[in-house]
């Protein structure tokens, strides 16, 4: 089943007098549990591509839907809602609090809910130890690995139990030991359901997905 389509999207920005093309007429479906990389050179448009998959931009033309919903015909709020309810978001420099320990980074995404405080912990001790984290859930982010604090904002991004992991090089500031297991870790949570599209620029990473869609100069040159 599709879970999310582009018809015929294409971004472009103005730069002073130029006007970039940043994509190109993409056209595209993902099913539900699949993993996706998308790979390319710098300046191709894989930014821009999971930018609108992540309702943060708006094409220029086209249309995206995510679970047969025009996601850019929704308000701002429903938009908001959306993301929330739909999608979780992994970035390459974690963008964890420095001052919030592991459990506090984690419970963020549940602030804005009408959980209780108490349902919130419980929620947030869940996903971090759905990544191995049990006991560090007290650590401030200074005082875990890179590998752990990746981790970490791993369980941050499907605290809400999103359907779409949507992971911007994940493991781009890791070492290949603990680029490794943040890989494991996300097919594991593919294979339990998750739907990942994830840019990379490493090909070995890439492996773990179930096909690449490759970018150059905007455009979709191949889908393998």
């Known amino acids: 089943m599709s879970l999310i389509r582009f018809d015929s999207v294409s971004k472009t920005y103005e730069e002073g007098d130029d006007i970039v093309q ?18 390319g050179p710098s300046g191709s448009g894989k930014s821009t591509m999971l930018t609108l998959l992540g309702i943060l931009n708006t094409p220029t033309d086209g249309d995206i839907f995510i679970d047969d919903i025009a996601v ?14 739909y999608l979780g978001f992994v970035f390459q420099a974690f963008q964890l609090i420095p ?3 592991a459990m506090e980074n984690v419970m963020l995404p549940l602030s804005i809910t009408k959980m209780s405080n108490k349902e919130q912990e419980k929620r947030a001790k869940g996903a971090l130890e759905r990544v191995g984290l049990a006991d560090k859930i007290n650590r401030l982010p200074n005082q875990i690995s890179g590998g752990e604090t990746q981790r970490v904002a791993i369980s941050r991004a499907i605290v809400n139990e999103p359907p779409i992991l949507l992971a911007d090089e994940p493991t781009g500031n890791l070492d290949s030991k603990n680029a490794i297991g943040v890989m494991n870790l996300l097919k594991e949570l593919n294979d339990e359901g998750e739907t990942i599209i994830m840019v990379t620029h490493d090909k070995k990473t890439a492996e773990y997905a179930d096909y690449t869609i490759e970018l150059k100069d905007g455009r979709i040159v191949s889908k393998k």
């Not at 850019?72 to 309810?85: C, G, T």
């Open 72 to 85: 850019y015909d929704l308000k701002p709020e429903k938009q908001a809602d959306f993301r929330s309810e």
């Open 99 to 101: 001052y919030l320990t």
């Open 22 to 39: 940043a994509l190109d007429s993409a056209d595209f479906e993902i099913d539900e549990g699949n993993f996706v990389a998308i790979m």
